[in-house]
């Protein structure tokens, strides 16, 4: 009762009090009304608070407030009368509990008020003080357990109607007592009623119909209950759900076990969802263990928690169950454990994916591995990391390919430049050979001009020795012919002469050929060359200022020819410079590109230099500028012969302050 | 005194005849000539010169050969002989030491006053 329940709660923070109970006296007299009011003075148990209505409207405005335990109401009212007030006043109230008051006439109309939903009824005059308290007392109480059961059976319903599972009631034979609304659905049934008596071997295939009855048999057998057991049911028609049942014993208010009631929850969806969600796992599991990359899955602590086969066999393991729980340093070098420690530790607080890391590591089969690493960290549903997921490539063939790849591009690049250098060698061994060819092709050109030479030697000297001879002769003979006759002999004798040296010098051209190599003292050889010279310098009154260093270095040379070209280049110089010239001599140490040591001898005369046209024929056999008579056009010729045998060379060319310069250059 | 006996083995015929006169005009030397190399070994015998004027080139027999059977003939060992030849240049001669196989040397051509000359320093070596 609802104020008794107030009134307790109060009487906690006070003083036990007796229970309130608030009347509403309907009641049109006055007399009647203060005399009930007065038997209710003293309530026993309880304490009545009473209010008067005179009429049924007033009685309805007092409910309204809802201040009211209990209606006494008198069904004659100026407002209403009979069966009707009772009605209207239940209508408006439908769970205040009533006790009609009747009068001694009309104990039938309140005993229908009875069956029509009031507590009670007294007769008015018959009731004494305690009856009235009790009959309220008794009214309120029933009315509140009424209501109470209502409420219940209403929760029952409910459940039994709208709730989406099938909830049973079974005798212990397995028959249906009651079922909710949503199983008379499944079977088909119009109404839950429908499916009283009935068992699963109506509604569900044998096959499901006997399981589910050797469940409950075992149920009722033992008591226990069958909690969450998930099953396929086949339904009479061959539809297929998936369901989670859980199947209690049904025990009479004596504790015995009367038969049995479940609920299935059709799961079917869940069941789906599981199989698609299986599938799913099962294809990615099938998809990281076929893939070659190594996936793994590791736990702060650097443990595997999962990994696909590529990392078992990359651990010579073979099951990922094996590498599970374990670390990086059951299986690698510790050294390079420590480092994918130290990574995966600045992953694991820094929060920063390490992508696409590269690192090399020797294997045990003794070369250089390499992967090519990725790892994120691994968060909770709350964000914290938990550990780190990793992909691990192993690019030690690319690697390997593209080491040999430089490799072969080195020695590509090696061969290209050794090619090269061949190339440049064979290129500058066919310029020399192109060189040789030319001096070969001058040394034919003057070895021709020896053998000619020597060959024409003889045929010409022996006419020249006749000639000579018959001269001389005649020259004697005609002493007394005069002076013109004497003149003539003699410029035929010097004729005869020219042609003789003519001769020589030929002959001396030809014997160029061989060399008597000896060390000598560049220094000794120019003085000897000077004094073969003297006369012709003496002739001209020619100054002669020589430069020759004192540490010029001794060299093998063939003396004699060397002494044979500085003299020619003596005379030459002679030739070209008038009376009192300049001839210059100069000696110098110096270095060859070659890095061997070398002495150049220049001669310089200031005489009119050398016509730009003849610079290039100026070592030609036979070729001269002298005037005919003075010069064979050989001595240049022999010079070049004798120091390209030196292996040494002749420059000749014009000096910018005039005349011409020689310049001998022979190696060590 | 007796004039110098000197056989010239030469087939320059023109010169030989030049020289002849030359050398018997300076009135010291009766000069014989003979212009065939082979007979010059005959010739010599039957002469018995005290110089051979020896020419090297020669169509029939060289200036060596003859050399050689000159050599070998015991009525000619006190005969001195020089070669006079234009078969090489004055400078070839004075790289060995003006001897050609041993025996002194000229080289053609030459005037008449270096001939005389020389053959005196050989006759009287």
Same mark, same amino acid.
């Given at each position: 009762m609802i104020v008794a329940e107030r009134e307790t709660q109060r009487a906690g923070a006070e003083m036990p009090a007796r229970p309130r109970v608030r009347v509403l006296l309907v009641e049109d007299s006055l007399a009647d009304a203060r005399l009930t009011e007065l038997s209710l @003075?003293? $309530? $026993?148990v309880c304490q009545f608070e009473t209010h008067v209505a005179r009429t049924l409207a007033e009685a309805l405005k007092t409910l309204d407030d809802g201040q009211v335990d209990v209606v006494l109401l008198d069904l004659g009212l100026p407002d209403s009368f009979g069966l009707e007030t009772f009605q209207r006043l239940h209508a408006a109230a439908p769970e205040l509990p009533v006790i009609v008051l009747s009068g001694q006439t009309d104990e039938e109309l309140a005993v229908r008020a009875v069956q029509e939903g009031a507590q009670d009824y007294l007769t008015k005059g018959r009731a004494d003080s305690d009856m009235l308290a009790r009959a309220i007392r008794y009214a309120v109480e029933r009315q509140r357990i009424e209501l109470a059961l209502e409420r219940e059976r209403e929760l029952f319903r409910t459940l039994m109607e709208h709730i989406p599972d099938s909830i049973y009631f079974k005798d212990i034979?397995?028959?249906?007592l009651r079922i909710s609304s949503a199983q008379a659905k499944l079977f088909g049934?119009?109404? @839950?009623?429908?499916?009283?008596?009935?068992?699963?071997f109506d509604v569900f295939a044998k096959e499901h119909a006997q399981a589910s009855f050797e469940d409950e048999q075992q149920v009722i057998r033992t008591g226990n209950p069958l909690l969450a057991k998930i099953e396929p049911e086949r339904l009479a028609d061959g539809r297929l759900r998936w369901a989670l049942t859980t199947k209690m014993p049904f025990r009479s208010k004596? *504790?015995?076990?009367v038969g049995t009631f479940g609920i299935s929850k059709d799961i079917t969806q869940i069941k789906l969802m599981e199989e698609v969600l299986e599938s799913e796992r099962n294809m990615l599991r099938s998809l990281i263990d076929a893939l070659p990359d190594h996936i793994y899955i590791k736990d702060a602590s650097g443990r595997f928690l999962l990994c696909n086969n590529a990392v078992a066999r990359f651990f $010579?393991?073979?099951?990922?169950e094996d590498v599970v $729980?374990?670390?990086?340093f059951d299986f690698l070098p510790k050294g390079l454990a420590q480092q994918f420690e130290r990574e995966e530790r600045v992953l694991l607080h820094g929060d920063t994916p390490s992508v696409n890391r590269e690192t090399g590591f020797a294997n045990h089969d003794g070369r250089t591995h390499w992967v090519i690493t990725t790892k994120v960290a691994l968060r909770d549903r709350h964000g914290h990391v938990t550990g780190l997921v990793g992909i691990n490539r192993d690019i030690s063939e690319r690697k390997w390919n593209e080491e040999q790849l430089s490799r072969l591009n080195l020695d590509l690049a090696r061969s290209q430049r050794e090619l090269l250098a061949t190339y440049e060698s064979l290129k500058q061994a066919n310029e020399e050979l192109k060189a040789t060819q030319m001096k070969l092709i001058q040394a034919e050109k003057l070895e021709s001009v020896g053998r000619l030479a020597a060959g024409v030697a003889h045929e010409v000297k022996n006419p020249l020795a006749t000639l000579l001879m018959g001269l001389d002769y005649l020259a004697e003979s005609c002493k007394s012919g005069g002076e013109e006759v004497a003149m003539t002999i003699a410029q035929m004798q010097e004729a005869i002469k020219r042609a003789d040296a003519i001769i020589h010098g030929l002959l001396d051209f030809s014997a160029s050929g061989q060399l008597e190599m000896a060390e000598a003292s560049l220094t000794s050889v120019v003085e000897q060359s000077l004094l073969l010279v003297y006369h012709d310098l003496l002739q001209k009154r020619i100054h002669v200022v020589k430069r020759l260093a004192p540490d010029l270095p001794r060299l093998r040379i063939d003396r004699q020819k060397v002494e044979q070209v500085l003299i020619n280049l003596f005379t030459n110089a002679i030739a070209a410079m008038p009376l009192n010239g300049e001839l210059r001599i100069t000696a110098a140490p110096g270095t060859g590109s070659d890095g061997r040591a070398k002495v150049m001898v220049s001669v310089e005369d200031?005489?009119? *230099?050398?016509p730009s046209e003849v610079l290039p024929k100026?070592?030609? %056999?036979?070729?001269? @500028?002298? %005037? @005919?008579?003075?010069?064979? *056009?050989?001595g240049l010729a022999v010079a070049h012969n004798i120091l390209d045998m030196h292996g040494g060379k002749i420059e000749i060319m014009n000096r910018p302050e005039g005349g011409a310069c020689a310049i001998v250059t022979l190696y060590a | 005194m007796d004039k110098r006996r000197i056989l010239m083995v030469d087939d320059e015929v023109g010169f030989t005849h030049l020289v002849k006169l030359n050398l018997e005009k300076d009135g010291r030397y009766e000069v014989r000539i003979e212009n065939h190399g082979a007979k010059a070994a005959e010739t010599a015998r039957e002469f018995?010169?005290?110089?051979i004027l020896l020419?090297?080139?020669? %169509?029939?027999?060289?200036g060596g050969e003859v050399l050689a059977e000159l050599q070998q003939e015991?009525?000619?060992?006190g005969t001195r002989i020089m070669f006079l030849t234009a078969t090489v240049s004055i400078k070839g001669v004075e790289e060995h030491n003006g001897t050609i196989r041993g025996m002194p040397f000229i080289a053609k051509p030459v005037e008449p006053k270096k001939l005389i000359k020389r053959i005196e320093e050989v006759l009287k070596a």
């Open positions: @003075t003293d $309530g $026993g034979q397995s028959r249906f049934f119009k109404s @839950t009623e429908e499916a009283v008596g009935k068992t699963d004596q *504790g015995y076990i $010579g393991l073979d099951s990922p $729980g374990k670390s990086d200031n005489g009119p *230099g050398i100026i070592f030609d %056999p036979f070729f001269s @500028t002298k %005037p @005919t008579g003075m010069g064979q *056009g050989l | 018995l010169p005290d110089l020419d090297i080139i020669m %169509p029939d027999k060289d015991a009525s000619l060992r």
